[in-house]
């Protein structure tokens, strides 16, 4: 099977889509692709365009979700396709890597197959779903959520931005709010190629990582409330101090989840958000919310930590006489890949000739959608210094052409 991709080719796609929302930075390169702004619309006509170009036929959902399919004169065109792709939007002055490395990796991989005088018997299809990053309308993944099944597609058109804005006019306006919806139940089989946002595979000097399980993800609001008062004339022990006692919490929520991670290496527990009120110098604490984020491989050990944070807020109770309410307003569960895209995947790097290593995704990826209606697996490529979502996030040229060597590879496999 001869697949070759070109770096050159890659490496251009990925720059002109660098310049759509491209931001001042004083070290590397960023830019902001909200969804349905100009530089989003840019990112996707020049996509198309792209997608045109090498004899793909367009279609866009009623979400915007974006597909080129190639139907060489090998493929059954009634066969179901084996898809790749990943997304085009950033966060606020994010990085030129993550996403559209995943987009355009699986152009080229399709660019390299007509090269290279591939014949597919399956259809191939190129992806770029909406709102991965979930910036404007939604939380996250939000194209992939529509692609499958998890949110039907007037729900997540009625979606509003802070400005009122719904995610269908938004699409309208840019003219990308197409017709239908683009079902991963209909795909054969689904790989994702994407920045690792780590640094293991750098660790281990390899040049992929197979994806074995994207972690799932709990979020928990917390709210400890204790007695605001005088700063001055409030006695020490006659203080019920908030944030105090939340402070108590941070740490023993760091103490269970560094704890957990000596042993199993991949949970990880963090308290990413505070607010004090009436947050006043002179003023004791009276209330504090928390928001926290507990992640891992298996859904026994999220349980684990969350019930370790449910009995701390029980402690402080007693202990500090404050009062406390936890819920839990998003879960979702881990997703292991499927053997068989992990299977290909591992193989086509050995014809290619590079290290892959195992490894996990402690990041959410539109995969994890995908995984729940077809086989799906993902493929990192190596992220310097592990850093992503800002301008400083980079991959080399060449650990970008050789991640998208495997995926084409990979592809090439699972579609014969
Ligand atoms: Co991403």
């Not at 702004?37 to 974006?66: F, I, K, Q």
């Not at 006659?238 to 957990?260: C, G, H, I, M, N």
């Not at 991670?261 to 991949?266: L, P, Q, R, V, Y």
């Amino acid at each position: 099977m001869n697949v070759s991709v070109s770096e050159a080719r890659l490496r251009t796609d990925i720059e002109r889509t660098a310049e759509f929302g491209a931001v001042d930075a004083e070290e590397g390169r960023g830019r902001t692709v909200l969804t349905g702004t100009e530089p989003n619309r840019a990112a996707r006509e020049y996509l198309v365009e792209r997608l045109d170009d090498a004899g793909l036929d367009v279609r866009v959902d009623a979400v915007g979700n974006v597909v080129g399919r190639w139907t060489p004169p090998s493929a059954d065109p009634d066969a179901a396709p084996v898809a790749s792709g990943s997304h085009l939007d950033s966060v606020p002055e994010g990085g030129i890597f993550d996403g559209p490395l995943g987009v355009y990796g699986a152009l080229e991989a399709v660019r390299a197959m007509q090269d290279g005088g591939v014949e597919p018997a399956r259809p191939i299809e190129v992806v770029s779903f909406t709102e991965e990053e979930g910036q404007r309308f939604a939380s996250g993944v939000l194209g992939s959520s529509v692609a499958a099944g998890v949110r039907p597609v007037a729900d997540a058109l009625a979606l509003e931005a802070d400005d009122g804005t719904t995610l269908g006019a938004a699409l309208d306006e840019i003219g990308f709010r197409g017709d239908g919806r683009l079902d991963a139940a209909d795909w054969d089989a689904w790989l994702e190629l994407h920045i690792e946002q780590s640094t293991r595979l750098t660790d281990a000097g390899a040049a992929v990582g197979v994806v074995t399980d994207v972690t799932g993800i709990t979020h928990c609001e917390v709210e400890i409330v204790g007695e605001a008062n005088h700063a001055g004339s409030t006695p020490m022990d006659a203080r019920t101090d908030a944030l105090a006692a939340a402070s108590e919490f941070v740490l023993a929520v760091e103490r269970a989840a560094k704890r957990l991670a000596d042993e199993h290496e991949t949970p990880v527990g963090t308290v990413g958000s505070l607010g004090v009120s009436p947050n006043a110098t002179n003023v004791v604490p009276g209330s504090a919310t928390l928001g926290l984020d507990v992640r891992d491989v298996t859904q026994d050990r999220i349980e684990e930590l969350v019930g370790h944070a449910r009995e701390t807020l029980d402690r402080l109770e007693s202990e500090r006489g404050v009062s406390t309410h936890i819920e839990r307003p998003f879960d979702v569960a881990p997703m292991p890949t499927s053997d068989r895209v992990r299977r290909a995947a591992s193989d086509a790097a050995d014809r290619v000739g590079v290290t892959a290593i195992d490894c996990h995704s402690g990041a959410f990826h539109d995969t994890t959608h995908v995984a729940r209606e077809t086989d799906a697996g993902m493929l990192f490529a190596p992220s310097e210094g592990g850093v992503s979502h800002t301008p400083r996030e980079w991959t080399d040229w060449a650990d970008c052409a050789a991640a998208t060597e495997v995926l084409a590879a990979s592809l090439a496999d699972l579609a014969t």
